[in-house]
T-cell receptor
């Protein structure tokens, strides 16, 4: 079935360091892919998305490119800030129409130190 | 603010008890999803409703049930509670139409502690 595998955390970086969080997926066809972020004490919120192969999603300095050749959707940011400390979830959408649902990876905890 | 409201935010109860978690979706969203987040299991999909009807079922225990009412709010009922049911329960909503790409809007969660 469809699934998402994320790199295990936790990840600790210094401010202004480069960030990569790996995500690979297994799916039939070409599902839409997402990165969600969960800040401490809050619910998940959409960070970025890509709906077809070779699409690049971007938001708040974060980027991820939908690579069908490697079935990957790695999250990157060139210079992280303390405020980026959060848990990041990769996800793909399954189903269609009103039965659509998201399948999430296990999440990666990021801590950015000043 | 996502527009999704969950109550209560925190709940402490004892084993064997029953609780009800409530969710109000974003205005206009027809679909409601329930997820359980625990340290060892990650984020697990429980169940989805669309316009009052069950649409998809995930890893939901038989002790758990849910429903979506005509005003589109949803309730998740957890009964015969066990210690392992302690977790953060999230509700999410979406438009869930054919043009929708699958983005979900999450509430802040209800933290259940079973003692």
């Amino acid at each position: 079935g469809n699934s998402v595998t994320q790199m295990e955390g936790p990840v600790t970086l210094s401010e202004e360091a480069f960030l990569t969080i790996n995500c690979t997926y297994t799916a039939t066809g070409y599902p839409s892919l997402f990165w969600y972020v969960q800040y401490p004490g809050e619910g998940l919120q959409l960070l970025l998305k890509a709906t077809k192969a070779d699409d690049k999603g971007s938001n708040k300095g974060f980027e991820a490119t939908y690579r069908k050749e490697t079935t990957s959707f790695h999250l990157e940011k060139g210079s992280v800030q303390v405020s980026d400390s959060a848990v990041y979830f990769c996800a793909l959408v399954r189903g269609a129409g009103s039965a659509r649902q998201l399948t999430f990876g296990s999440g990666t905890q990021l801590t950015v130190l000043p | 603010d996502s527009g999704v409201t969950q109550t209560p935010k925190h709940l402490i109860t004892a084993t064997g008890q029953r609780v009800t978690l409530r969710c109000s979706p974003r205005s206009g969203d027809l679909s409601v999803y329930w997820y359980q987040q625990s340290l060892d299991q990650g984020l697990q999909f429980l169940i989805q409703y669309y316009n009052g009807e069950e649409r998809a079922k995930g890893n939901i225990l038989e002790r758990f049930s849910a429903q979506q009412f005509p005003d589109l709010h949803s309730e998740l009922n957890l009964s015969s509670l066990e210690l392992g049911d302690s977790a953060l329960y999230f509700c999410a909503s979406s438009v869930a139409t054919g043009a929708d790409t699958g983005e979900l809007f999450f509430g802040e969660g209800s933290r259940l502690t079973v003692l």
